[in-house]
């Protein structure tokens, strides 16, 4: 399944046409990143069918009330929504249920994961070694940028 996220700014607000796989939480991750980027939702509507999602989401900058402005801004808004669309895929398989376990060894600085399916059994199919990683990836990205946005708005924050 593709995933696809488009903006188009207008003199009033900014045009954003999403497309993805449907999920638990999907329109609660669209609202946490916009709301991150300071984004206001004007109006919405959001459609799903056979485990795909379609929105269209006009907003406006939370301060100005007006379209998004800054070329940069907007793709940093794009490829988070892209991130988050992308993130599961769609699909819904019994066998696709994974237990993932976390290991912070922060005194050494990483951490292990480990992913097994929730029967016990290991990846064991190059398909599923890729949805893994694309989702791993994924969710490294909204992380990430979760973490930057929130240290960004603390350096706002003490400058004020």
């Known amino acids: 399944m593709r995933s696809f996220v488009c903006s188009t700014p207008s003199k009033d607000h900014t045009l954003i046409e ?11 991750e669209l609202s946490a990143v916009l709301a991150d980027m300071g ?19 006009h907003v ?10 800054g070329p940069k801004r907007v793709l940093m808004i794009n490829e988070l929504l892209f ?21 912070d060894c922060s005194d050494r600085d990483y951490t292990v994961v480990t992913i097994r399916h929730v029967d016990g059994f290991p990846i064991s199919s190059e398909a599923e070694e890729q949805r893994v990683m694309e989702c ?9 940028t979760e973490v930057w946005n929130w240290k960004s708005l603390q350096m706002i924050n003490r400058d004020f």
Do not use: K
């Not at 791993?136 to 990430?144: F, G, H, M, S, V």
């Open 136 to 144: 791993l990836e994924a969710a490294i990205e909204r992380r990430t």
């Open 83 to 103: 991130n988050v669309m992308r993130g599961d895929g769609g699909v819904r398989t019994p066998s696709a249920r994974m237990s993932v376990s976390v290991l």
């Open 18 to 28: 999403l497309t993805g796989g449907d999920r638990s939480g999907l329109v609660s």
């Open 60 to 69: 406006v900058d939370h301060s100005t009330q007006l379209a998004i402005q």
């Open 39 to 57: 984004c206001n939702v004007v109006n919405a509507e959001i459609w799903t069918h056979n485990a795909r999602a379609a929105a269209v989401i």
